[in-house]
């Protein structure tokens, strides 16, 4: 040969870098209150700081380490701050980053059983596992006709429920005429996955809510009405659990029956709120989840594992498979063929799949009952408190009820106080906030959940906000 194989690391080489690597992650999280939460740079900073050029000879690992020390980690937003209360939580963990880091050494493709077989069945009994955990309906295991999948994200498997829910109401036949629901507060990504399904906007009703931002069941009931006898056909239903910009929780049973009724598929999203269902005293919020077609929530939110990790559970796979099957030759095999095992590539869009269910089934075993639990606890505690102090406080008041983990609330001297507030909170760099708009007003939301954010860490912002409000 005259080419010869490039230059690998040496295994000691690879032993000497991991070790090293490992002991940046852990020095950055144990010195990451010492940072502040945002990094403050300007467009363009980061670009113009790194080498424009690949270099013709490899570099050692530690000048690569060096440079994320020196040009990356100052310019990243710091998820992991305690201090971080923006979005949602965005959780990692020990037992999740090492079950990641196992994931890329084994480097597997999980698309079929056979191209993997570890990776499609641990999968199928983590989910099982969260089944069980978090009390969700029998009809997710994959015993019966349902079963759970792990996608990339609720964006992405609520995509794979309208495409289920679309065919399964006749498809490309009947789409003009087909009709999704879903509430005003319902997700950005939900509207999304119906355009990329290929409706048009006026097929996408946006239902009303109530004074607590919950869908009105009885405005969807009269909706889904009209268009019946208007001769159409609604088809979806999306009901949350848990809205993104207050927390609020749509009524599962009263949705549910009005999808009965009609014969559409019921959604159920509770990508962030999904997780407090570990702890019994929280699951009343899923009441009614047992007639739904389909369900997410998202571990890697507030589940103390890594993004990206969302769990998707249909009632029956039939149709994410009559969707999203097509099985070309050159994927055919005796174990797909012969009906005994699931090639999870048929209940999601893309082909390829990372072995993701190895950190969550790291985490779960990790932190055992107890220990996500706690987490969880600790953190709707801890936003009660924050709530009374909100109240207490005459410049603020909440613009809803506490949702768990969720605190939201306006100043009383309006909209361009809030904004200057939240400017001063986010300018300590010990806190990050973000907003968002209820009833037309600007609402700045504290959503409590980081891995490593305690009930001290909250008091600190409640002292913040006395001062700076
Ligand atoms: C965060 C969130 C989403 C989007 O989650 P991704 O996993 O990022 O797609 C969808 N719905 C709700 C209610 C959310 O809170």
């Known amino acids: 040969m005259s080419v010869e194989p490039p230059q690998h690391l ?27 939460v945002s990094p403050g740079v300007q467009p363009g900073q980061v670009r113009a700081s790194l080498p424009d050029t690949v270099p013709e000879t490899g570099e050692p690992i530690a000048d690569l380490l060096a440079d994320v020390d020196r040009l990356i980690a100052p310019a990243v937003t710091h998820w992991q701050h305690p201090g971080f209360y923006g979005y949602f939580p965005g959780n990692s963990s020990p037992p999740a980053v090492l079950g990641e880091l196992l994931s890329a050494g084994l480097g597997i493709q999980g698309m079929l059983w056979s191209t993997s077989p570890a990776c499609t069945e641990l999968e199928t009994h983590v989910l099982d596992l969260l089944v069980g955990l978090c009390g969700l309906p029998d009809r997710f295991r994959s015993d019966g006709p349902g079963g759970g999948v792990i996608q990339d994200t609720a964006s992405s498997a609520s995509l794979c429920a309208v495409v289920a829910a679309r065919d399964r109401a006749g498809g490309s036949a009947v789409l003009a005429d087909l009709r999704v629901y879903t509430s005003n507060q319902s997700h950005s990504s939900i509207e999304k996955d119906v355009r990329v399904a290929g409706f048009g906007a006026d097929q996408l009703r946006s239902i009303e809510t109530d004074d607590d931002y919950a869908m009105d069941p009885v405005v969807l009931r009269t909706a889904v009405e009209a268009d019946v006898a208007a001769g159409l056909i609604p088809c979806l239903i999306v009901a949350t659990v848990g809205t993104t910009s207050s927390g609020a929780f749509d009524p599962l049973p009263e949705v549910a029956a009005v999808a009965a009724a009609v014969g559409a598929w019921l959604h159920v999203d509770a990508a962030w709120a999904g997780s407090a269902a570990v702890c019994p005293e929280h699951r009343e919020i899923l009441t009614g989840l047992e007639h739904a077609d389909s369900y997410v929530f998202n571990p890697h939110k507030w589940l103390l594992t890594n993004f990206d990790c969302s769990a998707f559970f249909v009632a029956d796979r039939k149709f994410l498979l009559d969707s999203l099957s097509v099985v070309p030759e050159y994927l055919r095999n005796t174990a797909s063929d012969s009906g005994a095992v699931i090639d999870y590539r048929d209940w999601q869009i893309p082909l390829g799949r990372r072995f993701r269910s190895l950190k969550l089934w790291f985490v779960l075993r990790s932190y055992g009952v107890e220990g996500l639990r706690a987490h969880i606890r600790h953190h709707v505690e801890a936003a009660a408190c924050l709530a009374r102090r909100i109240s207490s406080n005459q410049r603020l008041k909440l613009a809803a009820p506490a949702s768990l983990a969720l605190v939201c609330f306006s100043h ?6 809030g904004k200057e507030l939240l400017a001063k909170l986010n300018a300590t760099g010990e806190v990050l906030l973000t907003h968002t708009q209820l009833s037309g007003r600007y609402v700045l939301r504290v959503a409590i959940g980081g891995s490593r954010t305690t009930s001290d860490h909250v008091d600190r912002l409640a002292d913040l906000l006395d001062e700076l409000a």
């Open 10 to 36: 040496n295994p000691e080489e690879f032993r000497r870098a991991g070790h090293a690597t490992i002991d940046w992650i852990i020095d950055y999280l144990t010195g990451i209150e010492d940072r502040p």
């Open 412 to 417: 009383v001297d309006g909209d361009n106080a």
